[in-house]
Every structure is written in structure tokens, then in C-alpha cells.
């Protein structure tokens, strides 16, 4: 089991927006400014997509974002594409001596 | 353009030990920048953090895996390695190199991914 919760699946239209949140404790979201958003397609390492709650790297579409709200993060797609269409996993900063904790994926389906 | 690659055995028997090296390319381990991560991901499922080691060798292990991981460096080939000791089936994973920030605990830099099976 994941030290992070997130859904098993979503999904929606292109063009449409879609949220994926990441429920974890005082230890790690919601103690720390230190959550990470990834991409992974079939086959392929993940990516970075969002870092320190809500920065992008460079060459990361806009249509990305993220945010948190006490101990839940969230990952915000906008103007869905179909290449959009992965998995997304959710990291953190944990005070707990593991130092870093995963969520355990969602899959997205662009339908 | 930074780039990790893992490479080593991909079948490793019951009992042995794993042993996977990462050979970075486009940016240096002894800049003292960066540590340097193991990270799997389990068949079908999620990912998990091994561990990470500084330039100077400091090192710290997935409390989870502690008792059976070395992480070591060699600085002069811009590699680090990972060792897996008295492995099991539940070992069987992906196994990825990244590069995490020196400020911060993403990973922004991953390698293609290894896969290795304990089998016998």
C-alpha cells in the first residue's frame, strides 16, 4: 500500500480538464512544499511535470499545474490532449525516515 | 543534454545479489550538485525510492531495504552503482537511475529503466 492515496483512474475530453489528487499526511503534503508530479507512458520512464508543489520545469506545457490544500496535492490538466493519455504519480518530501514516499498512480484515459 | 543509463544482468538467482550500474552523461556526479537516486517500480504497480549517494560517498537507504543496499560512486567514470543483496522474487522490478536536485526532492532526470527478474 502507497504512503500516498491517489485514484485509481480518471478521465476526460479532449479539451476538457481533469484533476488528479494526492492524499497524504502532515508529514509529507501537508508538511512539506516538496511534492513532485509525474508522467508515464507505456513503456517509458517518468517524467517531471510539476515540482515543489507548483513549479514547471522548463519545456513543461502550461496546460499542467498543480496545488495543494492541507494534506491533499493536485494535479490540474487542462485542454486535455490525447497524449496526455498516462500514468501520473505523485511524490514527497516525508520527515519519516523513508525521505520519500509515492502515490500509487493514476491512469488517465482520454476518451 | 543529461542523460543516465542503467545497465547490468537482467535475471539475477534467488539468494544472489543484484548489481546495476548507472553511467551519467552531460553532467558531472562531482559537481556536488545533484545526489543520485535508485528508484523501482514493481511490475503493474507503483514506484518505490531505493536510495541516494552524494559525490563524497554520503549515502541514504529506503529504511524498507536498508539492511540489504549498498550505493557506492565512482566519480572518474561518472557512475554510481546499486547492489541488492539476498534477493527475492519480490525483487523483480524496473530498476531506474535519476538525478535528484540539489534543492529539493524531484526527480528531474531518469534513466530508460532496467528490468531485472530473480529467478531461478
Known amino acids: 500500500q502507497s504512503a500516498l492515496t491517489q485514484p485509481a483512474s480518471v478521465s476526460g475530453s479532449p479539451g476538457q480538464s481533469i484533476t488528479i489528487s494526492c492524499t497524504g499526511s502532515?508529514?509529507?503534503?501537508?508538511?512539506?512544499?516538496?511534492v513532485s508530479w509525474y508522467q508515464q507512458h507505456p513503456g517509458k520512464a517518468p517524467q517531471l511535470m510539476i515540482y515543489d508543489v507548483s513549479n514547471r520545469p522548463s519545456g513543461v506545457s502550461n496546460r499542467f499545474s498543480g496545488s495543494k490544500s492541507g494534506n491533499t496535492a493536485s494535479l490540474t490538466i487542462s485542454g486535455l490532449q490525447s497524449e496526455d493519455e498516462a500514468d501520473y504519480y505523485c511524490?514527497?518530501?516525508?520527515?519519516?525516515?523513508?525521505?520519500?514516499?509515492f502515490g500509487g498512480g493514476t491512469k488517465l484515459t482520454v476518451l | 543534454q543529461v542523460q543516465l543509463q542503467e545497465s547490468g544482468p537482467g535475471l539475477v538467482k534467488p539468494s544472489q545479489t543484484l548489481s546495476l550500474t548507472c553511467t551519467v552523461s552531460g553532467d558531472s556526479i562531482s559537481s556536488g550538485v545533484h545526489y543520485w537516486s535508485w528508484i523501482r517500480q514493481h511490475p503493474e504497480k507503483g514506484l518505490e525510492w531505493i536510495g541516494y549517494i552524494y559525490y563524497s560517498g554520503f549515502t541514504y537507504y529506503n529504511p524498507s531495504l536498508r539492511s540489504r543496499v549498498t550505493i557506492s560512486v565512482d566519480t572518474s567514470k561518472n557512475q554510481f552503482f546499486l547492489k541488492l543483496t539476498s534477493v527475492t522474487a519480490a525483487d523483480t522490478a524496473l530498476y531506474y537511475c535519476?538525478?535528484?536536485?540539489?534543492?529539493?526532492?524531484?526527480?528531474?532526470?531518469w534513466g530508460q529503466g532496467t528490468l531485472v527478474t530473480v529467478s531461478s
Open positions: 535519476a538525478r535528484r536536485g540539489g534543492i529539493g526532492w524531484s526527480f528531474d532526470y
Open positions: 502532515s508529514s509529507d503534503v501537508g508538511g512539506q512544499n516538496y
Open positions: 511524490s514527497s518530501y516525508t520527515t519519516s525516515s523513508t525521505h520519500v514516499v
